[in-house]
Nanobody, 116 residues
Framework: QVDLVESGGGLVQAGGSLRLSCAAS????????MAWYRQVSGKQRDLVAS???????NYADSVKGRFTISRDNAKNTVYLQMNSLKPEDTAVYSC??????????WGRGTQVTVSS
């Protein structure tokens, strides 16, 4: 079984930066898109950013200009560079890989806490 493992979360002051990574523990074939979601306790999980196999990127309006998603296909890894962090960015961040013909994979999440 292949898992997605996130890393890079933590506690940071407002205005600071963090870089999240999400790597597959094994090989996943036919990955179409990779994405980051975030969820605050008691609220729905929201899309933060996505990138597909063609390099097309989408961002939530709330993070545009501050967050950057990138992927390394050879390493089956997706990154999220988060700059100018705000307290409202505090959430559990999870990554997901969407495959063309198989299942979708999800990581367990990493906590990001931004203090004011």
């Amino acid at each position: 079984q292949v898992d997605l493992v996130e890393s890079g979360g933590g506690l940071v002051q407002a205005g600071g930066s963090l870089r999240l990574s999400c790597a597959a523990s094994g090989t996943i074939f036919n990955i179409n898109s990779m994405a980051w979601y975030r969820q605050v306790s008691g609220k729905q999980r929201d899309l933060v950013a996505s990138i597909n196999s063609g390099g097309i990127i989408n961002y939530a309006d709330s993070v545009k200009g501050r967050f950057t998603i990138s992927r390394d296909n050879a390493k089956n890894t997706v990154y999220l560079q988060m700059n100018s962090l705000k307290p409202e960015d505090t959430a559990v961040y999870s990554c997901t890989f969407n495959t063309l013909f198989g299942p979708n994979y999800w990581g367990r999440g990493t906590q990001v806490t931004v203090s004011s």
